[in-house]
C-alpha cells in the first residue's frame, strides 16, 4: 500500500512540472488532445505544420483566410481549451448562428473532444448547457452572431470567431469589443473567404497577409504551393479515370512533391509576410498544402467549375481560399460608359410619358424615376432623374411632377413614414419586401397591406440586366455616387443548407448600394406600371 501511494504521488509531481511548464498552446496541444478521423490518435502537427506558429501567438488579432478542412477550426478549439485550462480565463466562441451552427459545434465537435480526453473530461464542472460550458472559474460561451443580445456583456479575454464571412458583420464588431476589458486582448478569426474587403478579407488585408513557404526536397528553394503553377491536372474531364494520376510539382524545378510525403518535407517551413510593418498577424493557406485532399481531387473539382459559376466560387473560396468573383458578377465602369444615353436630367416629365419611380429609404431617400418606352417586343427605359432628398413630402412633390404612374418603396427602416407616403397615393405605391420564399421574378401583391413581396436576387438581376444589355439609357450628368453604388454590390454563388446552387447579391460592410435598390424598386414599379397602361394608346417615344 505504501508502495502504490508512493508510485501515486510521484506521478502527481510529474504531472505538475510537466503542467507547470506548459507555456504554449501547441505544447498543451500535444499533450491533452486527442484527434478523431480522418487522423486518430494524440494530436500532432505532423500534417497540420501551418498551425504550430499559429497556435503560439499570444497577442493581438490573429485572422486566417483559409481554404476549407486545413484544420483551423481545430486551432479554435485547441486556443479555447488552454485558454480555459492553462490561463483560467474566458472564451466567447463565435458562430454565425446559434441554432443550428452553436447546438451542432457543441454536440459534434465540443462533446467528442471531451470524451476522448480524462483531462478535459475532469477540467469542466458543467458540459449541459449548449451555450455555456463551466470549467472552474472560467467560462466557455458559445455564442451565434445573428443576435446582438448574444454577444452583448459577455467579459472575456479571448474571442474566436469561426466562419466570420457567414457572421453578421455588425455584431461582430460589437463582439470584439468584449475583450476591451481585461489586459490580455485576443482574437483569433478563421473563415473561407467570399468577397473584396469583406468579412475575413477585410482583416487579412490589415494584417500582415502571411503564406507559408517551405523548402523543396528536391531543388532546396523555399517555395509555396500555388495554382494553377503548383498542378498537373493529367485529365480533360471530371470522370476520365486518369484524373487520378494529377499531381503537385515544384514551381521552381518542376519536380513532382508527392502527396503521401507532404509530411515530410513540409516540415521545414516558414511563414513569409508580405506586409512586415504591421501590428496583427494575418495568414492565407490553400488546399493544395492538405494531406487530407488527394492533387486529383482538386483536379476534378477545377474541371466541374468550368460548367457551373457555383462550383467556380466554390472552388476559389473553399480549395483556394480565395475572393473571387465570376465573370458578369458586378456592374463595371464599361457597362455604365455604355449605357449612357445622349440627355440630361429633367425636372418633370416630358408630356405623355409613362414614368415610374423607384425609392430607397434611410438617412437620406435615395430614388430614381424612370420613364418606360415600348419598343414592339420589349420595354426599354430612359433615366430622367437620380437623386436623394431628406424629407418624404419631397417624394410626393416629386412623385406629382413626374406624373408618376407608379411607385415602389423600401419598406425599411422607415417603414411608418413609407408606409403613409404609400397612403398619400393609394393604389399608386407600394412597399417592398425582399421575401426568400418567393420565387423568380414572382411579385406577391398585398393591396390590403400596400406591400409586395419580392425575390431580391431575381429582381436585382433583372435591374442590373437593363445596364448589361444596355436596354436603358442614363442621362450624362448621372450622379457619381449612382454609378458607385452599382458597382459596388456583386453577385456571389453559394450552396445553402439543401445543397442546391444559389446566387446572391453583397457588398462590403463599409460601401453603399442605396441606388442600386432605387433600380430594381423601379424596375419593380414598372411591371405594375406596364399592367396599368395595357389599356391605354401607347406609341414608341424616345
Not at 408630356?351 to 419611380?357: L, P
Not at 407616403?421 to 414572382?442: K, M, P
Not at 453604388?485 to 443548407?497: E, L, Q
Request: charged share 25%; net charge negative.
Amino acid at each position: 500500500m505504501t508502495h502504490a501511494l508512493l508510485n501515486l504521488a510521484a506521478n502527481r509531481i510529474v504531472q505538475g512540472l510537466k503542467r507547470s511548464a506548459i507555456t504554449k498552446c501547441s505544447d498543451w496541444a500535444e499533450m491533452y488532445r486527442t484527434m478523431g478521423k480522418p487522423f486518430p490518435g494524440p494530436w500532432t502537427f505532423d500534417k497540420f505544420p501551418w498551425l504550430r506558429e499559429v497556435h503560439d501567438i499570444d497577442e493581438g488579432r490573429v485572422t486566417v483566410q483559409k481554404a476549407a478542412q486545413m484544420g483551423f477550426t481545430e486551432f479554435c478549439l485547441n486556443r479555447a481549451l488552454y485558454t480555459i485550462d492553462i490561463l483560467d480565463s474566458g472564451v466567447l466562441y463565435l458562430l454565425p448562428s446559434q441554432n443550428p451552427e452553436a447546438h451542432d459545434f457543441s454536440t459534434s465537435r465540443f462533446s467528442p473532444i471531451l470524451e476522448a480526453s480524462q483531462h478535459l473530461q475532469d477540467l469542466f464542472t458543467d458540459v449541459k448547457n449548449i451555450g455555456h460550458k463551466r470549467a472552474g472559474g472560467a467560462n466557455l460561451f458559445i455564442r451565434g452572431s445573428k443576435s446582438r443580445g448574444q454577444v452583448k456583456s459577455i467579459p472575456v479575454s479571448l474571442i474566436i470567431g469561426d466562419e466570420v464571412d457567414e457572421m453578421d458583420q455588425a455584431n461582430l464588431e460589437l463582439a470584439l469589443e468584449r475583450v476591451s476589458g481585461h489586459e490580455a486582448k485576443l482574437v483569433d478569426l478563421i473563415s473561407t473567404p467570399t468577397i473584396l474587403e469583406e468579412g475575413i478579407n477585410k482583416f487579412y488585408l490589415l494584417g500582415t497577409m502571411e503564406h507559408f513557404f517551405f523548402r523543396c526536397p528536391h531543388c532546396s528553394k523555399f517555395i509555396e504551393l500555388t495554382w494553377p503553377e503548383c498542378l498537373i491536372i493529367t485529365a480533360d474531364e471530371p470522370t476520365d479515370p486518369q484524373i487520378k494520376k494529377s499531381y503537385l510539382i515544384c514551381p521552381e524545378c518542376q519536380h513532382e512533391l508527392k502527396h503521401e510525403e507532404k509530411p515530410i518535407f513540409l516540415q521545414d517551413n516558414e511563414w513569409v509576410p508580405q506586409k512586415s510593418d504591421r501590428l496583427n498577424r494575418s495568414f492565407h493557406i490553400n488546399q493544395l498544402y492538405s494531406c487530407a485532399s488527394k492533387p486529383w481531387e482538386l483536379g476534378e473539382k477545377w474541371l466541374r467549375s468550368l460548367n457551373s459559376p457555383t462550383v467556380e466560387t466554390e472552388f476559389h473560396n473553399s480549395k483556394l481560399g480565395e475572393v473571387y468573383e465570376v465573370e458578369g458578377a458586378r456592374i463595371t465602369e464599361d457597362d455604365l460608359v455604355d449605357a449612357m444615353g445622349q440627355h440630361c436630367m429633367v425636372n418633370e416629365a416630358p408630356s405623355g410619358a409613362f414614368t415610374v419611380m423607384g425609392i430607397d429609404t434611410g438617412k437620406w431617400c435615395h430614388y430614381e424615376i424612370d420613364q418606360i418606352i415600348f419598343r414592339k417586343d420589349e420595354i426599354f427605359v430612359k433615366v430622367l432623374k437620380i437623386g436623394k432628398v431628406r424629407n418624404f413630402h419631397d417624394l410626393d412633390n416629386l412623385m406629382r411632377a413626374f406624373n408618376c404612374l407608379f411607385g415602389v418603396i423600401d419598406h425599411q427602416p422607415e417603414t411608418r413614414l413609407a408606409h403613409e407616403f404609400a397612403q398619400r397615393f393609394y393604389g399608386s405605391v407600394r412597399l417592398c419586401h425582399y421575401d426568400r420564399s418567393v420565387t423568380g421574378r414572382q411579385i406577391n401583391d398585398n393591396i390590403d397591406e400596400l406591400k409586395v413581396n419580392v425575390h431580391r436576387t431575381s429582381w436585382i438581376d433583372q435591374s442590373l440586366s437593363r445596364i448589361k444589355k444596355k436596354t436603358i439609357s442614363l442621362p450624362m450628368d448621372t450622379p457619381l455616387e449612382y454609378k458607385q453604388h452599382m458597382k459596388n454590390i456583386v453577385r456571389i454563388y453559394k450552396i445553402d443548407a439543401l445543397g442546391n446552387p444559389i446566387g446572391i447579391y453583397q457588398k462590403p460592410e463599409h460601401l453603399n448600394d442605396h441606388f442600386c435598390h432605387c433600380r430594381t424598386y423601379a424596375e419593380i414599379a414598372i411591371d405594375f406600371a406596364v399592367s396599368l397602361a395595357q389599356s391605354q394608346d401607347i406609341t414608341e417615344k424616345y
